[in-house]
């Protein structure tokens, strides 16, 4: 049996006048994946959530979200989806409690617990004027309010912008249990950290285009591990180069190393040398990230 | 319409209703509670030295005489202080409220959480626009009641009936006014653009209609403007609507929300 991925679009782009915001998008998330949008400013990931969402209009192309296209059946994809905008904005008029009752009537009742045990957990107080909140607490508030109908997707516009660390552990938590209970989770984020921790896939997009959509664990395969040598002697440039090693920077008796290749044929090398000392960090993400980036902008 | 947010947008416009109804009410009050003195005074002298065009100008009807039993008319006094103005001030309250009632949403960038709940758009224009209806109602009760405690107070007295249905056809014009001003709220998503655009075709309105009584040979112009329909003073007297006028306006009320939520359907939520 297949089961149709939770979003999908064909070409999708959008054109505000002579800025291509997004451009020829073709993207699928499976259903139960936690997907990571990632991308600078200006990337084109807002458009995109804001598209899915039919807060806007593509200039081209479609997207299907839970199987359902975009813009006709628009009130049933909202019915079963959860939203937290990336600027986020509220009735500032209205208490805490007020808005998730709001929201509440509109999703047809029944999910205030929810909101009030998700309140608990990131301790936000409803009762006063959202007036009065902090930038943060206005922050935990959107990702209640997001959260509370228990939606099967999740579509959510840099979550933890604001949030203090702590919080930011618990709202980890929060979302590997939406994963755990079988909610798909959509985000954008430029934190790489946050996506390597709970995304098993990740898009890269950079000026409106896709550069990448990878599981997370096939771009650690991809990664550049930078290692930095010192030697007890100069070392001839010469040496240090092999296929799969991109001498970063050779000073006296120093040398960086970016390591793209296999590294038993480099340690081989080594041992000819005289290493005196070595760092050879685990790669992150933000390594590989960079260099999908840095590859794509030489294009 | 969605009952929830109608009843949120019409807890967050308590205050600047209540303000209006409580500034409209002070002045019918001030207005009626006053005829005494003027109508004393011989004011109709006054009204009568002046052109018959500029007494049309504001709302008096021509086949109605002035004074009654020697003094000037009740009726007449309610109409030139305060029902002739009424619509104006509705009108001006209709292009503030309408400019914004989309605008000022998508301004705050608060369109966001209410269109990614299971909403449809036009029942966000719907709630929006019942809400300025229902200040309206509260305002033409508040008013009437107002007026009658101060006519009451001057020891005179209105026919009920009568005075309601002049607040109400009053009313009806800024209405119409709201209306296109939600229009304009929808099309441009900018307070600024859409009061300016609401209040200077309501401006051209109201100057085509003075022109349309006291230029001769432009009486026809008045036919295209919503204030043309409404004489108060002879509805006070006689009870009698303008029916074309209550329909003219409705249908421009009705016709701008209508138009308002097929343009909101179309535009992009801005970020």
Redesign the interface.
């Given at each position: 049996m297949t089961t149709k991925p939770a979003i999908q679009t064909f070409s999708l782009s959008k054109r505000y006048g002579r800025i291509q915001a997004l451009d020829d998008l073709n993207l699928t998330v499976h259903s139960g994946d936690v997907f990571g949008f990632l991308g600078p400013n200006g990337a084109g990931k807002?458009t995109t959530i804001?598209l899915l969402?039919d807060?806007?209009?593509p200039t081209r192309g479609q997207a299907e979200v839970l199987g359902l296209d975009s813009r006709r059946d628009s009130?049933?994809i909202?019915?079963r989806?959860g939203?937290l905008?990336?600027?986020v904005?509220?009735?500032q008029?209205?208490t805490g409690r007020g808005l998730l009752s709001?929201?509440d009537?509109?999703?047809g009742g029944g999910l205030l617990p929810r909101g009030h045990e998700l309140a608990e957990r990131l301790e936000l107080d409803l009762s006063p004027h959202i007036s009065s909140y902090s930038s943060g607490m206005k922050q935990k508030l959107a990702f209640i309010?997001a959260l509370m109908p228990g939606a099967e997707l999740l579509i959510l516009d840099e979550p933890t912008k604001g949030l203090d660390p702590l919080v930011q552990l618990e709202v980890y938590a929060i979302l590997k249990e939406e994963q755990q209970r079988g909610c798909t989770v959509f985000f954008s984020s430029h934190i790489l950290p946050e996506v390597e921790r709970l995304c098993n896939r990740v898009g890269i997009v950079r000026e409106g285009r896709l550069v990448a959509a990878e599981d997370v664990e096939s771009i650690r395969h991809k990664r550049v591990r930078l290692l930095t040598v010192s030697f007890s002697r100069p070392v001839p440039a010469a040496a240090l180069r092999m296929e799969g090693v991109e001498l970063r920077s050779l000073d006296g008796n120093r040398a960086e190393l970016a390591v793209h290749g296999h590294v038993p044929d480099l340690l081989q090398r080594l041992a000819e040398l005289p290493v005196e000392d070595f760092v050879f960090p685990e790669a992150t993400l933000e390594d590989t990230f960079m260099r999908l980036y840095s590859e794509d902008s030489a294009r | 319409m969605s009952v929830h947010l109608l009843r949120t947008y019409v807890t967050f416009h308590r205050f600047t209703a209540l303000a209006w109804m409580l500034g409209l009410a002070f002045y019918a009050f001030f207005v009626a509670v006053l005829y005494r003195s003027f109508a004393e005074a011989g004011i109709e002298e006054l009204w009568e030295s002046y052109p018959e065009a500029l007494r049309a100008a504001v709302g008096l009807d021509p086949e109605a005489p002035l004074a009654v039993s020697g003094r000037f008319a009740v009726e007449s006094w309610l109409t030139t202080e305060f029902l002739a103005w009424m619509p104006v001030l509705i009108s001006l309250y209709g292009v503030v409220y309408g400019a914004g009632a989309i605008a000022r949403e998508a301004e705050q960038h608060t369109l966001d959480l209410v269109l990614s709940q299971p909403v449809a758009r036009y029942r966000l224009v719907v709630s929006k626009s019942l809400v300025f209806l229902l200040s309206a109602a509260a305002l033409v009760v508040t008013a009437g009641v107002a007026l009658q405690a101060g006519v009451a107070a001057a020891g005179e007295s209105v026919d009920t009936a009568h005075l309601y249905l002049a607040l109400f056809q009053g009313v009806l014009v800024g209405l119409a006014v709201a209306g296109y001003a939600v229009a304009f709220s929808s099309a441009f998503l900018s307070v600024g653009r859409a009061a300016a655009a609401a209040g200077l075709l309501t401006v051209i309105l109201y100057v085509l209609e003075i022109v349309s009584r006291t230029v001769d040979g432009a009486e026809w112009v008045g036919n295209a403007t919503l204030f043309h329909f409404y004489q108060a003073d002879h509805i006070l007297r006689t009870g009698g609507l303008s029916w074309t006028g209550v329909g003219v306006c409705s249908a421009v009320a009705v016709g701008g929300v209508a138009l308002a939520a097929v343009l909101f359907q179309r535009r992009d939520i801005p970020a």
């Open positions: 807002t804001r969402l807060l806007i209009r009130l049933a909202r019915r989806t939203y905008a990336g600027d904005a509220l009735y008029q209205m709001l929201l009537d509109m999703r309010a | -």
